[in-house]
Structures are given as structure tokens and as C-alpha cells.
């Protein structure tokens, strides 16, 4: 595993908040909650790299946009391992363990479900050419934002954007970020979109039955969309529901399927690219 870089005044930085615990919890309350709880967790059995991972989200999840432009991704890097023809975050175990899970469900709550890995936005820029970028249930529009920095024009929405609205998987947390990139509400979205000449982009739209992803589908193909970029599970997973799918396989077409992208080992999630048939 390759070694964090670190300036000594970061060093110093990590130590004097690492050594005044009142501070740790009143400034970055989810790490603080994190290092009491890792102690007890099975970690992958190499204590070297639990120690280096641990260290990693301190930094980053400390840092935020002042150390690096996708921290959610320089947290995690190391632990990607392929497994069974997939790129998975699981540390090189198979079952992942404890101590990696309790990050993931931290991670996904401060960033975004999906990991946004560099070869993902470049597999998005490749797909979406010159075309400007609709996305819709943006969370804290950490995705958006990385598309952004990589020249693409982003449309961000969602039903309750994190720093306008309680939004109860993005909640409002000290030390971290409510959103990356700027997120409108439904209002806004209804008054600025232009669908057609836009890719629609739907990372992890709700499952379990939610509407949402079928409703976008359909309003988007009724403006004239013809480009898709779908980041979640398969049909009967986490996300989407049943008719957004049935919707895919009548009218659309399977384009472009993302070879590298990175999901954690807990999940099924695939990016795919579509078009209209």
C-alpha cells in the first residue's frame, strides 16, 4: 500500500486534534465516532493497513476540499482489490470486514453512495462528448462536482438538497461539507432544464418501489432525452424501481458499460451509458 504523503505542518495539524479529544468531537464529530468504534471491529488482519487506512480517512475526512479535490476516493484507492471480474473496496478480503463497513456507511453519508473514481469520470466524460450534464437526486452533489473538474457542464438537482432541506441520507454534520457542487430543488430544476440536449444522469435513484427513477426516465423522454448514464444495481437491487427498468429494456439500449468502475464490496452497483433505440 502506498504511503500517505504529508506535509509536517499537516502532521501537526493531525496530532494536536488527534490529542485533544473535545475538540476531535465538537469539530469532526463522524471521525471522532469512528476511531471509538474502530478499536472494536474486526479489521482485514493486517494491522499495518488498517493503521494506514485509518490514517487516511482522518486526514481526508479532516481536510476536505484544502487536501484534495475527491477525498472520498484518496480514502479508499488502497483498499480497491479486484474480486470475481470486479473492482470492489473490500481490502483485499472477500468479506471485507467490520472496521470497513462502519466507513462505508460514514463515507456513503458524507459523500456519495457511489464511489467516484477518476477512470468513472473519464468513462463518463468519453460517453457524454460534448454534451452538458442533467443529474437528478444529486445528494451533496459530490459526483457533480467532480464532473465538473473534469470540464463537463453539470446540472445538479434534488428533491431536498442538502444545505436547503433535511435530507435524511445527507445529513447536515459538522467538519464535513453539505454539498460539493451547487444543488438546485425540483422547483428550480422545473424552471432551468432543457432535457433534450442533455445527458440525464441518475446515480443511485431510490429503490424498494420509490417512483423517482421511473418519473425522471419518462419526463425525460418525453422532452426528447436520448442519453443515459445509470449508476446502481440491477433490476429487484437497492435502487430503481421496477418500471424505470421495464422502461430501459422496451426503449432504450445498453451503449456503454463502465469496465473499471470501483463499487464497494457490500453493493451490486455498475455505471452503464444509454441510448434510445
Known amino acids: 500500500m502506498a504511503q500517505l504523503a504529508m506535509t509536517s505542518a499537516r502532521w501537526g495539524e493531525l496530532t494536536a486534534l488527534l490529542n485533544d479529544e473535545q475538540r476531535l468531537q465538537a ?3 463522524k471521525v471522532a465516532e469512528y476511531l471509538d468504534a474502530a478499536g472494536g471491529l474486526s479489521g482485514t ?3 499495518e493497513a488498517d493503521g494506514a487506512f485509518d490514517l487516511r480517512f482522518v486526514h481526508y475526512m479532516t481536510g476536505g476540499s484544502a487536501v484534495s479535490p475527491n477525498p472520498y476516493w484518496d480514502i479508499v484507492e488502497p ?3 479486484e474480486h470475481e471480474g470486479r473492482r470492489v ?7 471485507g470486514s467490520a472496521r470497513l463497513a462502519f466507513a462505508q456507511m460514514i463515507l456513503q453519508a458524507t459523500y456519495a453512495y457511489a464511489v467516484p473514481s477518476p477512470q468513472t469520470i473519464d468513462w463518463m466524460s468519453s460517453f457524454c462528448a460534448d454534451l452538458p450534464i442533467m443529474e437528478l437526486g ?9 464532473l465538473a473538474r473534469s470540464g463537463l457542464v453539470v446540472e445538479a438537482y434534488d428533491l431536498e438538497p442538502p444545505d436547503k ?3 435524511l441520507s445527507f445529513l447536515g454534520v459538522a467538519g464535513q461539507a453539505d454539498v460539493w457542487h451547487p444543488v438546485g430543488d425540483l422547483d428550480e430544476f422545473a424552471a432551468c432544464a432543457r432535457a433534450a440536449d442533455h445527458v440525464l444522469f441518475l446515480c443511485w435513484p431510490p429503490g424498494w418501489g420509490d417512483k423517482m427513477s421511473s418519473e425522471a426516465l419518462t419526463s425525460f423522454e418525453k422532452a426528447g432525452g436520448e442519453r443515459l448514464i445509470y449508476i446502481g444495481e440491477p433490476k429487484g437491487g437497492k435502487t430503481g424501481n421496477d418500471a424505470f427498468f421495464d422502461a430501459l429494456s422496451a426503449r432504450w439500449k445498453l451503449d456503454s458499460v463502465d469496465p473499471h468502475f470501483v463499487s464497494w464490496w457490500t453493493e451490486a452497483d455498475v455505471a452503464q451509458g444509454w441510448v434510445r433505440s
Open 27 to 29: 469539530e469532526y464529530p
Open 45 to 47: 488482519g493486517d494491522v
Open 79 to 81: 483498499f480497491v482489490f
Open 89 to 95: 473496496v473490500n481490502g483485499g478480503r472477500a468479506e
Open 138 to 146: 444529486a445528494g451533496r452533489g459530490y459526483w457533480a462536482a467532480q
Open 165 to 167: 432541506a433535511k435530507n
